[in-house]
């Protein structure tokens, strides 16, 4: 009681001293008295608690929105090779409204030398494609837009706009027995009309058989001379480029020779089951032919050099390591994945370091530091049974190694003819660094190796 007393005199004095603070001569004496006791009347009667509603205008809502704008991950074209500045978008695996998990694929660039995959940073939702398949990109360019969160989040904001539709349907179940109670007595007079348009269809069926009876004659038409213009992608176009550039720089030149393969095939047979046994390594042919080439370059290193300088080349570069260029053939193109420092390597590294590659290349999982460099090239068009071929140097590079189908021929042995398994040997070198004399001694040397792999165990 004293304590509401209190408060009583309290809120009195602060309405006095508010009201004197009024100017007096705007109010007569009598005027001021009934001013002060209303105020301290309004102040002492109890107040009802004050009722908030929550009103969201248009104002509210907009920058709500800004807000998530604000929160949303731009997601932009990593970095891919400091040679490598664009490419080419070539797919979005996912489209607007996907969740996505970290690390999962977003999109595909595809470059001059392979195709980057590109992964969303974090967990979320795609919100928007900020460009279109089939544009170039550049490296730290924004192509998507991307509101984190969780799936589970994101599946909980779409149920509720499920929900008020099984209550339309269950409103319409209900109304739906009255209909048809009202509807049975003319359902009789329904089959009718039925039948008769069933009687019906048959009639015109005779007409439509007239008309494919004059079709026979098309194929009396002369055959089909449509075009179609694909444009090339950007790794034909980079093969194309490079390809050219070769031809118009080296002075290239091929010699041919021929190797039995008599002697590797025998050794491939007696030793390949204990190989794939004790390192899983299935033995072939190119593992031979890559070992026979670096202990042919310990005699002539001008094969594993190359010219470097301004003005076509001022320069010969002389190496101690040998890393061979392998061409696979995948769908969008040849590709040259690198065999680095080969010459520390034996038959069945090699042939496990090509098997890896070639998987990544035909897996289309191929890095930029796989194909980076390559001191020697060595192309099997044997594998699709080509019988001889003049391949290409893959600039910077001096030479390359041609290998071809094996065919069984008669050749002379010993002065007696015999049937050998032969295959072709092309090697094509600039001319510009190698003498024909070189060139020429460097495929014997492969060759001899090949027809007594035994000499490769002591090289």
Known sequence: MASRTNLARLTRQNVLRSVHNVQKPLLSSRAYSAV?????????????????????????????????????????VPEMAESITEGTLKQFSKQVGDFVERDEEIATIETDKIDVAVNAPESGTIKELLVNEEDTVTVGQPI?????????????????????????????????????????????????PVQEKKSEQPKPKPAESKKTEPEPSKPAQPGSREERRVKM???????????????????????????????LMEFRKLYKDDVLKKTGVKLGFMSAFSRACVLAMKELP??????????????????????????????KGLVTPVVRNAETMDMVGIEKAIADLGKKARDNKLTIEDMAGGTFTISNGGVFGSMMGTPIINLPQTAVLGLHAIKERAVVINGKVEIRPMMYLALTYDHRLLDGREAVTFLVKVKEYIEDPRRMLLG
């Open 36 to 76: 002060a006791l209303t105020s301290q009347r309004a102040l002492l009667r109890p107040q009802r608690p004050v009722q908030f509603t929550r009103v969201q205008s248009p104002e509210f809502k907009l920058s709500l929105q800004q807000t998530r704008h604000y929160a949303d991950t731009i997601v932009k």
């Open 144 to 192: 998507v837009k991307l509101e984190p969160g969780s799936g589970d989040g994101a599946a909980a904001a779409e149920k509720p706009k499920d929900e008020p539709a099984p209550q339309k349907t269950e409103e319409k179940t209900e109304t739906a027995p009255s209909k048809p109670e009202t509807k049975e007595p003319a359902a009789p007079s329904k089959p009718e």
């Open 233 to 263: 992608n950007r790794m034909r176009l980079r093969i194309a480029e490079r390809l050219k550039q070769s031809q118009n720089t080296a002075a290239s030149l091929t010699t041919f020779n021929e190797v039995d393969m008599s002697s």
């Open 302 to 331: 001008a094969v594993n050099a190359s010219i470097e300088g301004p003005n076509g080349g001022d320069t010969i570069v002389y190496r101690d390591y040998v890393d061979i260029s392998v061409a696979v053939a995948t769908e």
